[in-house]
């Protein structure tokens, strides 16, 4: 028995496994969006419910910078220009909220000591950072 060449009713293998190659590689390319969407999103929906209250209030910057002043300038500067601490001018360009109420109330970078103001307390000291530039 010899071969017989495709006709134009018989498509190739060739042409079969190329159209079951496409809708492979939507999907594909689909789980990889998901992926890449979960990974950017879920955490922002996971956080902790005191960052989730934090982001949820409106702060005051001059309630903010008393707060600093007291608690955060001893290691900061006055004038948040960096002692022992870093300086925490643009900082919010270092870091989104999130980042910085994590720094904040963790202490995860010695000598930083935990901090865990209420979350109003805490808005209000986002607010003042975001004014330092």
Same mark, same amino acid.
């Given at each position: 028995?010899?071969?017989?060449?495709?006709?134009?009713?018989?498509?190739?293998?060739? +042409?079969?496994?190329?159209?079951?190659?496409?809708? /492979? $590689? %939507?999907?594909?390319? &689909?789980?990889? *969006?998901?992926?890449?969407?979960?990974?950017?999103?879920?955490?922002?929906?996971?956080?902790?419910?005191?960052?989730?209250?934090t982001l949820q209030l409106a702060g005051s910057m001059e309630q903010g910078e008393q707060l600093f002043?007291?608690?955060? +300038?001893?290691?900061?500067?006055?004038?948040?220009? /960096? $002692? %022992?601490?870093?300086? &925490?001018?643009? *900082?919010?360009a270092r870091k989104n909220d999130r980042q910085l109420i994590q720094q904040v109330v963790s202490g995860?970078?010695?000598?930083?000591?935990?901090?865990?103001?209420?979350?109003?307390?805490?808005?209000?000291?986002?607010?003042?950072?975001?004014?330092?530039?």
């Amino acid at each position: 028995m010899t071969a017989q060449p495709p006709t134009a009713d018989a498509p190739s293998a060739a +042409a079969n496994q190329q159209r079951g190659l496409i809708p /492979g $590689l %939507v999907v594909a390319a &689909l789980i990889c *969006v998901a992926v890449v969407v979960g990974a950017v999103f879920l955490p922002a929906a996971r956080s902790d419910p005191y960052t989730r209250s934090t982001l949820q209030l409106a702060g005051s910057m001059e309630q903010g910078e008393q707060l600093f002043l007291i608690n955060c +300038a001893g290691c900061h500067g006055i004038a948040a220009q /960096g $002692l %022992v601490g870093p300086n &925490l001018h643009r *900082v919010d360009a270092r870091k989104n909220d999130r980042q910085l109420i994590q720094q904040v109330v963790s202490g995860r970078t010695p000598p930083m000591p935990r901090f865990q103001p209420e979350p109003q307390a805490m808005a209000d000291l986002l607010a003042y950072l975001h004014t330092l530039s």
